[in-house]
């Protein structure tokens, strides 16, 4: 029988939470997003996926992961949602930006500027990357498209909404506030929305770093992927690395995570600037497919 975990405060759990259960968890979330669950996410993966057993009804986590398992497409998504980290916040990692406008305006206007927010999240990320655009071309429509993609269905749909707590923008300039952001009244008071012509210039898309096919065509200028491969074992980091080489314009960067770097892959990609890469080797476009 497989060892009951005791929660880390002491406290008894409303469900039994085994060993088992954990190992079947993070097997599952490894299997289908590559995330990794170390053991000292046992708390974590209880707290989070204990609302699902109860809302969904079961008494023990055994018989709602054989629900699971059994892939009920709604409760699949939801399980998946509860699993992600989502922290993010507006301008993170701010030395990125004025390198990214640097880029795109290096290429003149000799192309539609093509980005991909690989790790999309709440939204914070793609609308810093469309305000960076706005300012780089002084203009509310510049030739920029963006695709900001997640995993996590609930968190993109906040992003696609893009309402904020007035809160999230506190930390910004306040004439960055003024001209890309609209208070809220009435019921919506407390709450900030990105102007309308931010998000025209972005499509939302769930996606899955690791599903067989994306729903993006290269090629692009830029992809972030920031803040995710640190969820990823270095095997899965490579795979993902390898997915994005003929996506990729011959002089494309990838913008990682403050504490992600990609040394495993230096004969793909070399660094360029703090935590940003550029391709060792352009690939040739005359063979890329829609992948
Ligand atoms: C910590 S947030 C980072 C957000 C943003 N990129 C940033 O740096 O602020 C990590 C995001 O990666 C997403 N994610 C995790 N695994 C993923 C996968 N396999 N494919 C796509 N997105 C994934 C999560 O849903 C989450 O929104």
Request: glycine fraction near 6%; hydrophobic fraction near 35%; include cysteine.
């Amino acid at each position: 029988m497989s060892s009951i975990l005791p929660s880390s405060s002491g406290r008894d759990r409303e469900f039994k939470f085994t060993q088992d259960d954990f190992e079947r968890v993070s097997k599952l979330i490894y299997e289908h997003a590559g995330i990794s669950l170390k053991s000292s996410k046992q708390d974590m993966v209880y707290s989070r996926l204990a609302r699902r057993v109860r809302a969904t009804g079961f008494d023990n986590f055994r018989d709602y992961l054989d629900y699971v398992g059994k892939n009920d497409p709604v409760e699949w998504e939801a399980f998946v949602n509860s699993l992600t980290t989502n922290l993010t916040s507006f301008f993170r990692e701010p030395h990125h930006f004025p390198l990214l406008a640097e880029h795109v305006i290096k290429q003149g206007r000799s192309h539609q500027i093509s980005l991909w927010c690989s790790a999309a999240s709440t939204g914070e990320e793609p609308y810093s990357i469309a305000m960076t655009m706005v300012d780089a071309f002084g203009s509310f429509s510049p030739p920029v498209s963006i695709l900001a993609t997640d995993v996590n269905t609930t968190v993109l749909a906040k992003a696609e909404s893009g309402v904020y707590p007035i809160e999230h923008v506190e930390k910004l300039p306040a004439d960055k506030v003024k001209r890309f952001f609209l208070r809220g009244t009435g019921t919506q008071s407390g709450f900030v929305k990105v102007r309308p012509e931010l998000q025209d210039m972005i499509t939302f898309r769930p996606a899955n770093l690791l599903a067989e096919s994306l729903p993006i065509r290269g090629p692009l200028d830029a992809i972030f992927c920031r803040n995710v491969m640190i969820y990823f074992d270095k095997q899965t980091q490579l795979k993902i690395l390898q997915r994005f080489v003929p996506l990729l314009q011959p002089d494309g960067l990838v913008f990682a995570g403050h504490s992600e770097s990609f040394y495993n892959a230096s004969h793909l990609f070399r660094l360029r600037g703090k935590t940003v890469y550029e391709l060792v080797k352009p690939y040739s476009h005359e063979r890329q497919e829609n992948i």
